[in-house]
């Protein structure tokens, strides 16, 4: 079974500038997680969809993150402008409803 | 308050030595319960589900105390291979869907 795909692996960027990843989930999992992960510190949800609906994005910095799963399935969350605090490793999970989460590798994004 | 919250450590023990984890979680509607375990410059994978009953896999124990609103994680024997961090991971269930919350991890070392 294919696992969760997420890319680019690495990025680098200078503040200010935008920013996109993009993460395809395991097929069937309809639930999809966007989590970002400071080093240090445990994964904090950002986003989760249900389908092509958000659940929560309570965590979102929406004045400059945003995000969006339009056909249900694949997924991309975009950083625009980016600030130094944003380098962290933004980690794409999928789960089939109330069930573990399946990772992808995540992408480590650094902003100089 | 911290929906899941987990003593950071580190703990360094020595190969062979038992080393037990906690976790505490706040919100009473958190229905399913697991223990992720995450290698340095990786993503998390799931370790085990943690059920009412109380729970084992090899070396690893796990028990859920749901009055208490407590999760463990007992490591026998333990392995350098065990070295990682060992994050505490509880699903909570609203009205239309569930949200999957991660403790900040307690890292292990172990030590020849």
């Known amino acids: 079974e294919a696992g969760v795909a997420q890319s680019p692996r690495y990025k680098i960027i200078e503040k200010r500038q935008s920013v996109a990843f993009w993460c395809n989930p395991i097929s069937g999992h309809a639930t999809l997680y966007w989590y970002q992960q400071i080093l240090g510190q445990g994964p904090k949800l950002l986003i989760q969809f249900q389908n092509n609906g958000v659940v929560d994005d309570s965590q979102l910095p929406k004045d400059r993150f945003s995000a969006e799963r339009l056909k249900g399935v694949d997924s991309t969350l975009k950083i625009q402008p980016a600030k130094l605090e944003d380098s962290a490793v933004y980690l794409c999970?999928?789960?089939?409803?109330?069930?573990?989460?399946?990772f992808g590798q995540g992408t480590r994004l650094t902003v100089v | 308050r911290k929906e899941v919250e987990q003593d950071p450590g580190p703990f360094n023990v020595p190969e062979g030595a038992t080393v037990a984890f906690n976790c505490t979680y706040s919100?009473?509607?958190?229905?399913?319960f697991f223990w992720y375990r995450q290698d340095c410059r990786k993503e998390p994978k799931l370790l085990m589900s943690?059920?009412?009953s109380g729970n084992e896999d090899g070396r690893f124990t796990a028990q859920l105390n749901r009055a208490s609103q407590y999760i463990s994680l007992l490591i026998r024997d333990s392995k350098l291979s065990d070295s990682a961090t060992y994050l505490c991971v509880v699903n909570i269930r609203y009205s239309s869907a569930s949200k999957i919350i991660f403790g900040s991890g307690t890292r292990l070392s172990i030590r020849p």
């Open positions: 999970a999928s789960s089939f409803q109330v069930s573990e989460a399946f």
């Open positions: 919100n009473s509607a958190s229905q399913s």
């Open positions: 943690v059920y009412s």
